[in-house]
C-alpha cells in the first residue's frame, strides 16, 4: 500500500507562488507515476500534472501550462508542483495520486489508485 501526504498549501495573493509537495511511504515511489490533480467546490477533479517513474514523461493540464511545474526526487520519495502566477481560478484543494508503472496515466484520475488527502490552495484576487 502507498501513502501520500501533501503540504505546502495555503492563502497567497494573485500573481503569487507556491511549491505544493506530497511525500510518499510504503512502496518504492520509483515504481510509481505521480501526479497533482485539483477540485475546487461544485467542480469536478481536474487533472493538473503528471510525471512518470523516471521523471522523463509529464503532462499538464492546459490551464496551468506556462506557470506550473513538476518535478519529482526518487531518492526522497517527494514530488513536486511549483505554481507561479497563480490566478483566483487556481482556488481549490490540490491532490497527490499515484498508481504503479508508466501506462499512459497521464491526468486521467480512475487510473490512479493511490491518493492523498489533499492540501487547500486559496487564491485572493
Known amino acids: 500500500q502507498l501513502q501520500l501526504v501533501e503540504s505546502g498549501g495555503g492563502l497567497v495573493q494573485a500573481g503569487g507562488s507556491l511549491t505544493l509537495s506530497c511525500a510518499a511511504s510504503?512502496?518504492?515511489?520509483?515504481?510509481?507515476?505521480l501526479a497533482w490533480f485539483r477540485q475546487a467546490p461544485g467542480k469536478e477533479r481536474e487533472g493538473v500534472a503528471s510525471i512518470s517513474t523516471a521523471g522523463g514523461i509529464i503532462y499538464y493540464a492546459d490551464s496551468v501550462k506556462g506557470r506550473f511545474n513538476i518535478s519529482r526526487d526518487n531518492s526522497k520519495k517527494r514530488t513536486f508542483l511549483q505554481m507561479n502566477s497563480l490566478k483566483p481560478e487556481d482556488t481549490a484543494r490540490y491532490y497527490c495520486a499515484a498508481d504503479l508503472g508508466d501506462y499512459g496515466q497521464a491526468l486521467v484520475a480512475a487510473k490512479y489508485h493511490f491518493w492523498g488527502q489533499g492540501t487547500q490552495v486559496t487564491v485572493s484576487s
Open positions: 510504503g512502496l518504492r515511489v520509483d515504481v510509481v507515476t
